[in-house]
């Protein structure tokens, strides 16, 4: 069997999550994968145009892409203490976002689908940017605020920004449920026993990587924005979780909750097919 497309962001959480998938640390049973790293809101287009069998995607994403892609227990990014923060050069209040410029990391993005539940009336004068550029022109003052998600949310005080509402902090108390964010997507077409197979393997990934925390570095390092130890081991304790191992109930709450919201707001239309494939 030809390898699969396997599509990942370079952040730290999703190549310390699967790297010993694609370098033969656990075994797949003959199974191998061609790996494409490239950032969410590009990993999010690429599955529009089903050009990947297995992918990191936004949960906003796959809230359309239901008919092609179906949800994986294992890898994704839930959690608590994590969603994504509107910053800006000065101190403001949310109304103040009125009728400003806001760069945003991708229109398919969690983040501005909880910035459009969150404040329908703003957000609407968006800049879209790869998010690692997004306190950069905060900071230079090419927008009035930024939308920050991954590693910018541990720098972005060392840049001299303010935060004006972290979002994730808002869901967790408005619904109870940890903040949905990247998902780990694998087209309906693989079939059931196919699909069952990659959600195991992905699952041993994680395990093995908690495991052996060390043997990742050097390929994290490679790829990351953000080159300090501590600045990657916060990413990676924040991101990789119990709900990365398994979505579980409480996770699969989340996800529901937030696709209820999106579809009730006209944002995402409504999907009868079931978030996982049945094995």
Known sequence: MKPLSLGYSPCPNDTFIFFPLVH???????????????????????????????TKASF???????????????????????????????????????????AIPGALTTAYLLLQIFAP????????????EIIGAVVRGEVDAGLIIHESRFTFEKAGLKK???????????????????AILARRKLGPGLIEKIDRFIRS??????????ESLSYIKQHAQELQ??????HINLYVNEFSLELGTEGERAVKELFRRAE??????????PLFISY
């Open 24 to 54: 033969g640390k656990v075994d797949t049973d003959g199974l191998t994968f061609r790996e494409i790293l490239e950032d969410v809101e590009t990993l999010n287009q690429m599955a529009r145009e089903s050009r990947l069998d297995i």
């Open 60 to 102: 906003h994403a796959f809230g359309h892409l239901r008919d092609d892609y179906c949800l994986l227990h294992s890898g994704g990014a839930l959690g608590k203490g994590c969603g994504p923060l509107v910053v800006a050069r000065e101190e403001l209040d949310v109304p103040d976002l009125r009728d400003k410029t806001i």
């Open 121 to 132: 009336a703003i957000g609407e004068k968006i800049k879209i940017m790869p998010f690692n």
């Open 164 to 182: 004006v509402i972290d979002l994730g902090d808002w869901w967790e108390k408005e619904t109870g449920n940890p903040i949905p964010l990247g």
């Open 205 to 214: 990934s994680v395990e093995y990587a908690f495991a052996h925390r060390g």
């Open 229 to 234: 130890d501590d600045v990657i081991n916060q």
């Open 264 to 273: 009730e707001r006209g944002i995402m239309n409504i999907s009868r097919q």
